[in-house]
T-cell receptor
């Protein structure tokens, strides 16, 4: 299957700093990537849809100024957690679908475990 | 927006028995329904999916059924094995420019030896 690579896999940062997470589709182009947040033993909560060349679409309740998304190319989307606080500690995971394939498998990155101290 | 409900939240079955997980969705426009398996600390992996023009799909020990009228779909795992132990998520997606996938709350499946 297609490969989605997410980096870093783990990051620890100090409260008040910003953290950038990268999501890359390695062998296919994705106009759309999705960012999810997963709390321990909970489901994947969709945060936002990242659109190549345009603004991201955020789900209700997700602060766009807090979670900055950039999708500069067909293979790369980034999520920046700005001014991180301990409550932002979580597992963040991205997924992507191949260009034009709306009803096929979405491939997931390996996730990023963020710990804010 | 779409809302997907999943139950049970936990399920324990004897090895060799069958396991069934059920989901309902709210948006009748949803037309793609994947099931993902997630092992601890790992990324979700697709195990089977079904599109709205099909009522049932089977892949070896795994099958999925879809009832569009009732807006519910189910995952069936037969002859369960220890390696089936994991968290399973159902999901729904609507054909659109976004095609976002909304997940159910997950079912933690444990297989008793």
């Amino acid at each position: 299957g297609a490969v989605v690579s997410q980096h870093p896999s783990r990051v620890i940062c100090k409260s008040g700093t910003s953290v950038k997470i990268e999501c890359r589709s390695l062998d296919f182009q994705a106009t759309t990537m999705f960012w999810y947040r997963q709390f321990p033993k909970k489901s994947l909560m969709l945060m936002a849809t990242s659109n190549e060349g345009s603004k991201a679409t955020y789900e209700q309740g997700v602060e766009k100024d807090k979670f900055l998304i950039n999708h500069a190319s067909l293979t790369l989307s980034t999520l920046t957690v700005t001014s991180a606080h301990p409550e932002d500690s979580s597992f963040y995971i991205c997924s992507a679908r191949a260009l034009g394939h709306w009803d096929t498998e979405a491939f997931f990155g390996q996730g990023t475990r963020l710990t804010v101290v | 927006g779409e809302n997907v409900e999943q139950h049970p939240s936990t399920l324990s079955v004897q090895e060799g028995d069958s396991a069934v997980i059920k989901c309902t969705y709210s948006d009748s426009a949803s037309n793609y329904f994947p099931w993902y398996k997630q092992e601890l600390g790992k990324r979700p992996q697709l195990i089977i999916d079904i599109r709205s023009n099909v009522g049932e799909k089977k892949d070896q020990r795994i099958a999925v059924t879809l009832n569009k009228t009732a807006k519910h779909f189910s995952l069936h795992i037969t002859e369960t094995q220890p390696e089936d132990s994991a968290v399973y998520f159902c999901a729904a997606s609507i054909k659109s420019s976004a095609s976002k996938i909304i997940f159910g709350s997950g079912t933690r499946l444990s297989i008793r030896p």
